[in-house]
């Protein structure tokens, strides 16, 4: 099977409030020849992108400035993963709050993908991937805010290349200096558990 694919042809849109105290670019995808698939995507960016906002507390909090922005992560093979940040800051804080969010999907289907559908059936991939970040924060001198006791089954994650990138959110591991950490995981270190014909498993075949 061949998964030489075109990437997909990405716009961007904005919200801006009238006060332009919320200013949010977001990806758009174009040229599907599948469009009821095409919105099936658009739909689900969108979704998130609003989640976020709402999530944020903008509409409760009058003086609240959100700016968000995206990142394409992977667009090859019929694999889309992007990430979705905000960057929100309630007037006369300390400091704002970033939030980023992934979406990985088939381009064939439209298919959004939760962690545990990389992996193969009973893979134990949450104890796997707990180890390779543990062993990761250990080297990295990571100072956390409490012990690490294992990602939990719908960690954040992004696809990069031939890489599974986990991730977590501000002062989910680690002090507000840290920002949001990132553990990058070849998808050859863990190929034994890799669904096949799951994203990773298609993103690692030679």
Do not use: C
């Amino acid at each position: 099977m061949s998964y030489i694919k075109n990437p997909v042809q990405i716009a961007v849109r904005r919200i801006v409030s009238k006060d332009e105290k919320l200013k949010v670019d977001y990806p758009v995808a174009l040229g599907l020849e599948n469009t009821t698939v095409m919105e099936k995507i658009n739909n689900n960016i969108k979704a998130l992108v609003y989640r976020l906002i709402e999530q944020q507390g903008y509409y409760e909090q009058e003086d609240m400035t959100i700016d968000g922005w995206f990142e394409i992560k992977n667009n090859q093979r019929g694999i889309l993963s992007l990430s979705i940040g905000n960057y929100a800051y309630p007037y006369h804080a300390a400091h704002g709050m970033t939030v980023i969010k992934s979406l990985t999907f088939d381009i064939e289907t439209g298919k959004s993908y939760d962690l545990s559908e990389l992996f193969k059936p009973d893979s134990n991939y949450v104890s796997v991937l707990s180890d390779i970040v543990a062993a990761q924060i250990k080297e990295r001198d990571i100072g956390l805010l409490s012990e690490f006791k294992g990602i939990s089954p719908n960690q954040d994650f992004y696809i990069a290349d031939k890489s599974l990138v986990l991730y977590f959110q501000l002062y989910e591991l680690a002090p507000y200096v840290y920002g949001l950490l990132h553990f990058p995981i070849s998808g050859y270190n863990i190929q034994d558990i890799i669904k096949e014909d799951g994203p990773m498993g298609i993103m690692i075949i030679q």
